[in-house]
């Protein structure tokens, strides 16, 4: 008799459990074409920011990494507001100011540790960073191979030119260009770039030397203000 009535409360789940569920069938409404196209969108937007998320969290912990084993005095990491003009800027906007302590004359790291520029204004929430790109931008840089020193200058879109280095220099395409130290604008040691191009002019004492910057300006979201 127990087994009978065991049976039977099995059978009335299994029958109940059966009439719930196509009770909840009858209640879902039907998912239009329309909806569907929404709910796919609304999911791809989700995952571009969730993309966006994990990517901006991977650049701050190779900022953080760099901010360890530097040398340097860390005041900020800030974002980048405005750039102008966009790709190959020659002054960048970014959100840290007066209120973090920022001040006029602090130098301006990429992720990378390589030279992004100055602070040249402040403002309460804001700082204006003259680029290694702008036409005043003048940096005192060293051929680490070689160990010549010679003048950066900008105002040339994506490139630097080092001036006054003399027709004998052994300077090569590729050799690395670091801040020399030699004046009080950069501390000494910091990448700069790669020497892209070595031409000569046969009335100059001097080479006219390319120099591709080693910051990835149309990359560039976050900076880091060293004092």
């Not at 540790?113 to 290694?132: A, C, D, H, P, Q």
Request: aromatic letters at 4%; charged letters at 25%; hydrophobic letters at 40%.
């Amino acid at each position: 008799m127990l087994f009978f009535f065991l049976l039977l409360a099995s059978l009335i789940g299994i029958k109940s459990s059966n009439s719930c569920k196509m009770l909840r069938m009858k209640e879902s409404p039907i998912s239009s074409p329309e909806e569907e196209l929404l709910s796919h969108k609304r999911l791809k937007l989700e995952k571009i920011f969730i993309d966006e998320l994990l990517n901006e969290n991977r650049r701050l912990r190779e900022i953080l990494q760099l901010k360890q084993r530097s040398p340097y005095s860390f005041r900020r990491v800030a974002k980048i507001v405005r750039m102008e003009p966009v790709g190959w800027p020659t002054t960048i906007l970014i959100d840290a100011g007066e209120v973090e302590l920022i001040r006029e004359g602090m130098t301006v790291l990429d992720k990378n540790g390589s030279l992004v520029g100055r602070v040249i204004r402040v403002e309460k929430n804001t700082s204006l960073v003259m680029t290694l790109l702008h036409p005043e931008s003048k940096i005192s840089g060293l051929i680490q191979r070689t160990r010549e020193v010679g003048i950066l200058l900008g105002g040339h879109p994506g490139i630097l030119q080092l001036k006054y280095l003399p027709r004998e220099s052994e300077v090569e395409r590729g050799d690395v260009m670091l801040t020399s130290g030699l004046s009080t604008l950069y501390p000494k040691g910091l990448p700069v770039g790669k020497v892209l191009k070595v031409g000569g002019v046969n009335s100059s004492l001097f080479l006219e030397i390319a120099v591709n910057p080693a910051v990835s300006f149309p990359k560039l979201e976050e900076v880091l203000i060293i004092q």
